[in-house]
């Protein structure tokens, strides 16, 4: 029995999932902003202004993301609505801003993570580690873990 149809499918699922960010940062990413669910409704108010998906895309974070990412559809809530779209959207605001140059080094998926909490310059800002800390409990347990955990935490009771 030939395993070609077997490397070939395990190359193309590498093709089609590859990305800037790393599949398992992009899903902790993903896991930590809503379960890694499609929000209903799409949107929710966040700091002042909406935010819409699975990664609770901002307007701004998109026309930021456009600039390396593509169209995007073309319009911020369609793309926030689409897996894909949204994905590519990470993507492009990270080709963007987390690169050697601005960072001093390789980004990292805490870069990533913090950037995509903070903005451009979230990867030095004190307020985005506990947002790094929640990816970075997915990274090693897998998605999910931070929910569990947090499941626990607030129905435990200490005697």
Not at 9 to 37: K, Q, W
Request: proline share 6%; hydrophobic share 35%.
């Amino acid at each position: 029995m030939s395993t070609t149809p077997i490397i070939l499918f395990a190359s193309l699922l590498v093709v089609v999932h590859a990305g800037y960010v790393p599949d398992a940062c992009m899903n902790c990413i993903c896991d930590v902003e809503t379960n890694c669910r499609m929000p209903d409704p799409l949107c929710h108010m966040d700091g002042g202004s909406p935010s819409c998906g699975p990664f609770q895309l901002k307007r701004a974070y998109w026309l930021d993301a456009r600039l390396k990412g593509g169209d995007l559809m073309n319009d911020w809530q369609k793309c926030a609505a689409s897996w894909t779209c949204s994905r590519q959207c990470v993507d492009g605001y990270m080709e963007r801003y987390a690169v050697r140059s601005r960072l001093g080094h390789n980004p990292t998926c805490e870069d990533f993570s913090r950037i995509h909490n903070g903005g451009p310059n979230g990867f030095k800002m004190a307020a985005t580690l506990l947002y790094w800390e929640r990816v970075k409990k997915c990274l090693v347990g897998g998605p999910g873990l931070y929910q569990v955990q947090q499941h626990v935490k607030n129905h435990t009771t200490l005697g």
